[in-house]
């Protein structure tokens, strides 16, 4: 069973950035389109942006020109890189395939915009 393990958020002030990590487990991750997404509270979960095997991309309205995502298939990994944060952009940040169902959802990261 594939599991993820996001890291990198944390507590910055509007303006600032942040880089997110996500690694998963087994051998599917190269073939997938992976994603982002991220759920503030009581809201529900959304896509924010995503990659193809052959890199890509797609964003979320609300974070285009601020968000960047990359992947490093021989590290089974994704990374979200984001620039002039915002308080909308507070919430927990999860990894998944873009249909969010290579595996059960990991713990994500929290990330929290605010002076």
């Known amino acids: 069973q594939v599991q993820f393990v996001e890291s990198g958020g944390g507590l910055v002030q509007p303006g600032g950035s942040l880089r997110l990590s996500c690694t998963a487990s087994g051998s599917m991750f190269k073939f997938n389109t992976m994603a982002w997404f991220r759920q503030a509270p009581g809201k529900q979960r959304e896509l924010v942006a995503s990659?193809?095997?052959?890199?890509?991309?797609s964003l979320a309205d609300s974070v285009k020109g601020r968000f960047t995502i990359s992947r490093d298939n021989a590290r089974n990994t994704v990374f979200l890189q984001m620039n002039s944060l915002k308080p909308e952009d507070t919430a927990v940040y999860f990894c998944?395939?873009?249909?969010?169902?290579?595996?059960?959802w990991g713990q994500g990261t929290q990330v929290t915009v605010s002076s």
């Open positions: 990659i193809t095997p052959v890199f890509s991309t």
């Open positions: 998944n395939n873009a249909a969010g169902t290579l595996g059960p």
